[in-house]
C-alpha cells in the first residue's frame, strides 16, 4: 500500500533507510502510550518482532512533536457529563391496533392483534 506511514512484517525483521526515521509503539517511554525511538538507534532504524508494526516517517517530518496518549491526563480534563430529561418527540398514539402482518385495523374482530407495541389476543 502506498503512503502507507506504517511498517510491518510477519517475521522478525530490521527496517532501515536513508532519508527515514523509525519509531516503535510502546507503553514504555517517558510520557505513556505512544510512539518513540527505539533503544540506543535513535531512530535510524527499529528492530521488530514477527506480526509487529513501527512508524516510518521521512526526515522532513520526523522532527514534528511527538504523539502520545495519556489516559490518565484526559481523564483529569474530560468533563462528565449525563442525560437528562429525556422525553420522546413524537408522543405514542393510544390504542392503535395492527394484525400480525403489521397493517393497521380499525375494527378488529377475533384473532391476535398488536395494541400499543404488545400482543393482544381478542375472543
Not at 66 to 89: L, S
Amino acid at each position: 500500500m502506498t503512503n502507507n506511514l506504517l511498517i510491518g512484517t510477519a517475521t522478525e525483521q530490521e527496517f532501515n533507510a536513508s532519508g527515514y526515521k523509525y519509531y516503535i509503539f510502546s507503553n514504555n517511554g517517558d510520557e505513556g502510550i505512544g510512539f518513540y525511538k527505539q533503544g540506543t538507534r535513535n531512530g535510524a532504524s527499529i528492530k521488530l518482532a514477527a506480526h509487529r508494526a513501527g512508524l516510518r516517517l521521512p526526515e522532513a517530518i520526523a522532527p514534528a512533536k511527538g504523539f502520545t496518549i495519556d489516559f490518565d491526563a484526559a481523564r483529569k480534563e474530560a468533563e462528565t457529563t449525563g442525560i437528562r430529561d429525556v422525553r420522546p418527540t413524537v408522543q405514542p398514539r393510544e390504542n392503535v391496533v395492527y394484525d400480525l402482518q403489521g397493517r393497521r385495523v380499525t375494527n378488529p374482530g377475533r384473532g391476535i392483534y398488536i395494541v400499543n407495541g404488545k400482543k393482544v389476543v381478542r375472543e
